[in-house]
């Protein structure tokens, strides 16, 4: 699981108005850039949004997420928009990641947001991959829901209708654009995709039904997959839901898109660590709390941490264990380099690296009334070895690289990097 923070952002949308946007930024490498859009008059922050958005960051592709115009916090009126404006809003969301980011790569369509994005994918260049998630075969599902309920009154310029419990009022314009695109014109844009689909829908789906999804990949060319959410909901509710779909998502990107090109890694020898504010950066689908530590070392990620009773969330090794598991990796390495030298039936070594504080009556050499710092390692080695083999293996654990470095009492030398420095020319 990668760390990511959460970022709020702003771009301007189709008509020129502010739309509000989250962006969920992984930490170290991004394997793709999305684009997700939201379902009808739902918005960025809505739970499925956020956590499909979250758990897809979390395995390192970067994903924006905004607020259609005149939702949530975008400026704008709803009633003024369409579904056309909607799609245009997509065009410009994709050209703002490509001036400000990375250019999205994939798009992700949750409900009518899906049948945006099938829309959209034709406009955006550079895209190499789509998914829909409950999404209907065409925009003018809507638009009948809305005449079903209403009695299609051709003379209001406005309905007010309830869907899955939400009452809102909708103009007769956007009825009217939705009705443009038609099942023939979504039947098109789908035959013509030319890109990797994926299809995720819930056969329980009382909204959207399961037939839109069977619809969507009879008319799409291959390569195209279609995945079945058995048990879940429309707006997909459950936490474990989302989870899901992220986890599925993830795992169809790895394999459709192409590698991006690899970053090179550090050099070995040299580790980088980064605190991670709270509030702001998320391990594990949580918060960043008071000790967590991104550390990079060579092309490996992983975080540090501190325990629960020390104020510390317990979400990765503590310090000390990472310096004890640098000493107890670098035994056993050395032992199993010596002894494939030898020819010694060496089979595996198992090290146990405990830190401790003890007092000086304890040490012949410290200084009386002291406390010092010891490490006890205890070794064991399975293999058809004889004495004089496990007695030579027990004097080589001490020649370990990690070992000589500790016990060689190491300067560390602390310098400011000047680029951090507020006013620094080179900052």
Not at 89 to 109: C, F, K, N, T, Y
Not at 212 to 237: E, M, N, V
Not at 284 to 303: C, I, K, N, T
Request: proline letters at 5%; charged letters at 25%; a negative charge.
């Amino acid at each position: 699981m990668s760390v990511f923070r959460s970022e709020r952002v702003a771009f301007e949308g189709a008509r020129g108005q502010s739309l509000a946007a989250r962006l969920e930024v992984p930490l170290g490498t991004v394997r793709a850039t999305a684009i997700f859009a939201h379902c009808f008059t739902c918005g960025k922050d809505i739970a499925a949004a956020a956590r499909i958005s979250r758990g897809l960051a979390a395995e390192g592709i970067q994903v924006l997420r905004f607020d259609f115009t005149g939702l949530g916090h975008s400026e704008g009126e709803f009633g003024n928009t369409n579904f056309t404006s909607n799609v245009d809003d997509l065009v410009a969301a994709a050209q703002w990641l490509r001036a400000e980011h990375m250019a999205p790569s994939l798009l992700i369509g949750h409900s009518l947001g899906g049948s945006a994005v099938l829309a959209a994918a034709h406009h955006i260049r550079d895209l190499r991959a789509v998914c829909t998630i409950g999404a209907p075969v065409e925009p003018d599902h809507v638009g009948r829901l809305f005449r079903q309920l209403e009695g299609d009154a051709p003379s209001q310029s406005e309905v007010e209708v309830d869907i899955a419990g939400r009452s809102f009022r909708m103009r007769r314009d956007f009825l009217d654009d939705i009705a443009e695109h038609s099942d023939e014109v979504a039947r098109e844009r789908i035959r013509d995709l030319g890109l990797p689909l994926l299809i995720l829908h819930a056969p329980e789906d009382e909204i959207v039904s399961i037939e839109h999804a069977a619809h969507i990949y009879r008319r799409a060319r291959h390569p195209k997959s279609f995945i079945s959410l058995a048990g879940a909901d429309h707006l997909l509710t459950k936490p474990a839901d989302a989870a899901w779909v992220a986890s599925l998502v993830a795992a169809w990107v790895q394999r459709v898109l192409p590698e991006q090109e690899a970053i090179e890694p550090a050099p070995h020898g040299k580790v980088t660590v980064s605190s991670l504010p709270s509030g702001e950066w998320y391990f594990d689908g949580r918060v960043g709390g008071r000790f967590l530590q991104h550390v990079e070392a060579g092309a490996h990620r992983f975080v540090a941490d501190e325990p629960r009773d020390v104020g510390g969330d317990d979400r990765g090794p503590t310090p000390y264990d990472l310096l004890l598991a640098g000493l107890g990796t670098c035994t056993s390495m050395t032992l199993h380099m010596y002894a494939r030298r030898k020819k010694w039936p060496l089979e595996t070594v198992r090290v146990e690296v405990e830190h401790e504080r003890v007092h000086a009556e304890d040490c012949e050499d410290c200084e009386k009334g002291a406390r010092v710092e010891r490490i006890v390692r205890r070794i064991r080695l399975e293999g058809e070895l004889d004495d004089a083999q496990r007695a030579r293996l027990l004097e080589i654990a001490d020649r370990c690289p990690v070992h000589r470095t500790l016990e060689s009492h190491p300067k560390i030398v602390t310098d400011l990097d000047s680029a951090a420095v507020p006013g620094n020319a080179e900052a």
